[in-house]
């Protein structure tokens, strides 16, 4: 009897200590309340044509959620397996608390969901869809926290915005200022294994490699064209980054590339027939790959807490290209600086202003900047010189629920990649909402 007692005594430590170095966490994020935007473009081609229009102008005005944070719900865990050795996961999927599927279902709905092991001294690794080196670094020293709303020249959203441009309707893109949804830097990208070192001395190292590819015997190009038909549809990518922290400052210093090869056709007057080059991983979508195209990123950046306020800087440069042709391309750079501070205990503000431009380069008339129009213009160069800047406070209620109020403005000018004269855009929003994290 007494040694039964003892085996299950044995048996109800073995099973608590096992619970206690296993645990799983839900969590998320809500965040809802008012959007108010303007938008007005000089010069808007009109019905799809080439011909100059007046002033296009338009307002949006609702309830909606995302605007200082998307909403999300996920589920994180991790499990002591000895030695300093400790496997972890983490799922997570935005919330759409507007639509009619509560889970989000859209492209960019995979926030992160990914599976690795931890080696305490040494660093991590990790398998799945996850965030980008420059994305966890941008995290790190942006002054709005990398926010949806516009006005951030670096991390370019624009929540709620809708443009009319060329008779087509593009909901929360700008997709001829410069000023997107979000095509500074891929965000996150699906099959990637990532690695992450431990800080030594102050330094500390990430980096990733992604790859799907599916290679098959290619056919070649018909009718005389040039290219192939089939074979090779191959999604790669690698990234690099490294911070150093030393007391109150912060350095930053990434770079990541991505190529996306696709089966093309390539008529004798040198035109796409099938598969031209399109920009990829962007707007968030960890699955959202490219054709035909290769694209560097860059991004560096420093922040100093001064105790009363801390002070950022950054620079971000993507340069996207035909992968046949290195002569068409897009490129975008953008450099910032900004404010944050704790004004009161309980009230907490921002501030940003950046400048940046947009080039875009085909040789071959007939062709488009990798994806974006470029009517009246094929076969030359242009550049499109943008600016914004972002205001912002916090009301904190507790640790978990804020008030915040939330200003940016954008302007655009001499774009002429669609209008054969030169267009202008100039956009401002506004936010007022409440966030609450769980």
Do not use: C
């Not at 931890?118 to 990790?126: L, R």
């Not at 990733?208 to 098959?216: E, G, K, M, P, Y």
Request: aromatic share 12%; proline share 2%.
């Amino acid at each position: 009897m007494k040694k039964s007692l003892f085996a299950l005594a044995a048996v109800g430590a073995i099973a608590g200590t096992a619970q206690a170095q296993s645990s799983v966490t839900v969590y998320g994020l809500l965040d809802l309340g008012y959007v108010g935007t303007n938008q007005r473009i000089a010069n808007n081609s009109v019905s799809g044509s080439a011909s100059s229009g007046g002033v296009t102008s338009s307002t949006t005005s609702a309830f909606i959620d995302g605007a200082e944070s998307t909403s999300r719900l996920g589920f994180k865990g991790n499990e002591d397996l000895g030695g300093g050795l400790s496997a972890f996961f983490t799922v997570e999927t935005s919330i759409t608390p507007n639509s009619g599927n509560t889970i989000g279902s859209g492209a960019d709905s995979n926030r992160q969901t990914f599976v690795g092991l931890k080696k305490s001294g040494i660093g991590q690794f990790a398998f799945g869809t996850q965030y980008t080196t420059i994305f966890n670094a941008a995290a790190q020293s942006d002054p709005g926290l990398m926010n949806n709303m516009m006005g951030n020249v670096i991390y370019d959203k624009g929540k709620g915005v809708t443009y009319t441009q060329a008779g087509a309707t593009v909901a929360g893109s700008n997709n001829y200022s410069g000023m997107q949804n979000n095509t500074s830097f891929t965000v996150r990208s699906a099959n990637m294994l990532s690695v992450a070192s431990e800080t030594f001395s102050g330094f500390q190292g990430n980096g990733f490699i992604v790859q799907n590819n599916a290679n098959t015997n290619a056919s070649a190009g018909t009718g005389g064209n040039s290219g192939y038909t089939g074979g090779s549809t191959n999604h790669t990518g690698w990234g690099l980054g490294a911070n150093y922290t030393w007391h109150k400052l912060f350095v930053t210093a990434n770079y990541q590339n991505f190529t996306d090869k696709n089966p093309y056709n390539v008529s004798s007057t040198g035109t796409y027939t099938a598969g031209a080059p399109t920009m990829g991983w962007y707007g968030g979508a960890g699955a959202a790959t490219g054709t035909n195209a290769r694209d560097n990123q860059q991004y560096y950046a420093a922040t100093y807490d001064f105790g009363i306020l801390k002070a950022y800087i950054q620079y971000v440069n993507r340069k996207t290209m035909d992968v046949n042709n290195s002569n068409m391309y897009v490129a975008r750079t953008g450099q910032q600086i900004g404010v944050r501070s704790f004004i009161t205990p309980v009230v907490e503000g921002w501030a940003s202003v950046g400048t940046g431009k947009l080039t875009g380069q085909t040789s071959t008339a007939g062709n488009s900047f990798l994806g974006v129009a470029s009517t009246g213009v094929s076969g030359s160069s242009n550049a499109v010189n943008f600016g914004g800047f972002q205001l912002g406070s916090n009301y904190w209620l507790s640790k978990r629920t804020n008030l915040y109020a939330i200003y940016g403005q954008e302007r655009t000018s001499n774009q002429i990649w669609v209008s054969p004269n030169p267009s202008s855009y100039n956009s401002n929003a506004y936010a007022l909402g409440v966030r609450h994290t769980f």
